[in-house]
């Protein structure tokens, strides 16, 4: 969940870690550090709070080296303060490093190096670390390095640096994702590919157990036993003005004006005119056609689209589908087969509950299929077939672009299963190609349209501590997922129900001006969503419907109504996700929070 960046070249590197540690704002942190080497040593500077705290102490006083290490750090053992901060070091200052993840018996390991005469001065999981390499070296930083995979239980991506060979960044990593960036005379380290674009494309991916050593002219990777792997680096074609704001005041106002553009790229080679291919899954028609359920598998954001991604899917494909968070998976002991197709979601790919789940799955002998943003991450390298989202690098905590195109991926799913298994007629699954191939266009429209009134409508939120959002069938999810977006960023409290289950107990909540948003996308369902809309309106709520252009009669029963472009109802899903999205970010600007950095949340969860 925190940040690692490293740098080794021919520059100071003071400003360049401080630049990445910049671009990995969006993972969340509650403090933040550096080491740096030298020529005498190794000088750690950091501080609690926001970068800005850890740039003001560098500039008064700036440490002077050309490699060194950086850290944002999320707590986890300990809270939030400058001890507890990244980098740790050891008593002699012999080693430095800075750890994502969590060290399961770091406890253990605590209580025998104090009874070696260790002593610590964090509460941390990670210091235990520094003091253990010093523990267990002996003359050679890579051998000490190595002995961390037999001793440390949990998950970890380190960079270490080391007194004793002060021309090398060490780096070892298990379920924590780190990637080595490859320059000209400068080499980088990172915990995700946006903090370095700007000065390389060229990226080399580490594997559980595997560490490297990093020096400013080459990269050498090492198995568990120290055998050297060669490995050709992966080049990254995303545009590093990608990651930039683009002249938006907050990074989620840019991306939630990408989502047009994000959906043309998922799109794209993989559905035309009456044409719909998915070659890049290399499954037979028989391998499709011998599956008798789908299990779908993520956390958050990603599960909603999973839930609305079930709806489509069994209407279309004929076949069940279950969805399941995550976190919750393996602890009921699923009942999985070859003939089980699991998908799992994840912008990351580095999710740790949604990477557990899937290497159940595949010990159970089902198929994994990923949706991720993330080429080269755990998950694309552990599933069996993925299906990359294409939204670019996704820099805001709250997902809009990502889960648009989870959204659109399970739809394509959906409609090339349909036509492999021949359970939609070729005239019916060329109607629904077309109408998919207009939502990057009506996407737009939407945007256009909704903007100004959604501001007005974030005036009466940002005065509210409760709201409400209510929805059935695919509209349902994505009540979940609006009522999370407020939540994440504004702080109002919101709760999502399916609209016919307001009678059995919630509607004891709603009264005089309570805010509920009623998503009525479902043309088959609309006639029951207006009788459920009356309900809520009865007992004196502000109702705000999204619905279809052209159903004007709605108008009598709500306080707002906000229109999106006419579509197939199995589709509505990426546009009235859109007016909910622009929603929670203008009641979070107008409460004056931090759009892109809510509080207490990371952007890629890694720990369970």
């Avoid at 991916?205 to 490995?231: H, M, P, S, Y």
């Avoid at 070659?279 to 779908?296: A, D, M, N, V």
């Avoid at 799913?413 to 939609?424: C, E, H, P, Q, S």
Wanted: glycine share 8%; proline share 4%.
């Amino acid at each position: 969940m925190c940040g690692i960046v490293g740098y080794v070249g021919d520059k100071e590197v003071a400003p360049i870690l401080l630049d990445g540690l910049q671009r990995l704002e969006y993972r969340g942190y509650d403090s933040a550090g550096v080491a740096v080497v030298n020529g005498k040593g190794i000088e750690v500077v950091k501080a609690v709070g926001k970068l800005k705290e850890l740039d003001g102490l560098i500039t008064s006083n700036p440490p002077s080296g050309k490699m060194g290490i950086g850290h944002t750090r999320w707590a986890t053992h300990g809270v939030p303060s400058d001890l507890n901060s990244h980098p740790h070091a050891d008593r002699s200052g012999d080693f430095a490093l800075v750890h994502n993840g969590i060290i399961e018996n770091f406890q253990r390991l605590k209580d025998e190096l104090g009874q070696k005469g260790h002593r610590f001065i964090s509460e941390t999981d990670t210091e235990i670390i520094a003091h253990l390499l010093a523990e267990n070296y002996r003359g050679d930083v890579q051998q000490a390095v190595l002995s961390l995979i037999e001793r440390l239980e949990g998950s970890y991506a380190l960079a270490i640096l080391s007194r004793h060979e002060p021309d090398k960044i060490f780096v070892v990593r298990k379920d924590s994702p780190l990637v080595i960036g490859k320059g000209q005379g400068e080499n980088f380290i990172a915990s995700d590919i946006p903090a370095f674009l700007k000065q390389t494309r060229e990226f080399l991916i580490l594997n559980d157990g595997e560490c490297a050593q990093v020096t400013q002219d080459g990269v050498q990777i090492f198995n568990r036993q120290g055998e050297e792997i060669k490995r050709e680096p992966l080049q990254v074609d995303w545009d590093a003005e990608q990651a930039e704001k683009g002249g938006y005041q907050h990074y989620m106002l840019k991306e939630i004006h990408e989502q047009p553009d994000a959906l043309r790229r998922v799109m794209s080679n993989r559905i035309a005119p009456g044409k719909i291919e998915l070659s890049e899954l290399s499954l037979t028609p028989e391998q499709l056609r011998s599956y008798r359920r789908i299990q779908i598998v993520a956390c958050g954001t990603a599960y909603y689209s999973g839930m609305l991604g079930k709806y489509v899917l069994e209407q279309l494909v004929r076949i069940p589908v279950e969805v399941d968070v995550a976190s919750e998976f393996r602890y009921r002991q699923p009942l999985l087969n070859r003939q089980s197709l699991v998908i799992v979601v994840s912008q990351s790919g580095e999710t740790a509950d949604t990477l557990a789940a899937l290497r159940l799955a595949r010990k159970q002998g089902a198929r994994v299929l990923a949706l991720t943003n993330a080429i080269g991450s755990s998950i694309d390298r552990e599933a069996d077939q993925v299906l990359y989202l294409q939204a670019g690098p996704e820099i805001a905590v709250a997902s809009t672009k990502a889960y648009i195109t989870m959204v659109a991926a399970f739809y394509l799913l959906a409609l090339y299963l349909a036509k492999v298994r021949g359970t939609v007629e070729e005239e019916q699954l060329t109607t629904l190609i077309a109408e998919v191939l207009r939502l990057p266009e009506l996407a737009a429209e939407t945007l256009i349209s909704s903007e100004e009134m959604i501001k007005g409508r974030a005036q009466v939120y940002k005065l509210q501590e409760n709201a409400f959002f209510i929805g059935r069938n695919t509209d349902f999810p994505l009540a979940l997922e609006g009522a999370l977006k407020l939540k994440e960023i504004s702080y109002i409290h919101a709760e999502a129900y399916p609209a016919g289950e307001l009678k059995h107990g919630p509607l004891a909540l709603l009264e005089d001006g309570v805010p509920v948003l009623a998503i009525a996308a479902r043309h088959s369902l609309y006639d029951k969503m207006l009788s459920n809309i009356k309900e809520v309106k009865a007992r004196g709520a502000d109702v705000t419907a999204i619905t279809f252009a052209g159903q004007r009669e709605i108008e009598e029963s709500v306080d707002h109504v906000l229109y999106i472009p006419s579509v197939n109802e199995l589709f509505s899903g990426v546009l009235a996700i859109i007016p909910l999205q622009l929603l929670a970010y203008y009641t979070a600007l107008e409460r004056g929070y931090d759009v892109d950095q809510p509080r207490n949340l990371a952007k890629s969860v890694t720990v369970e």
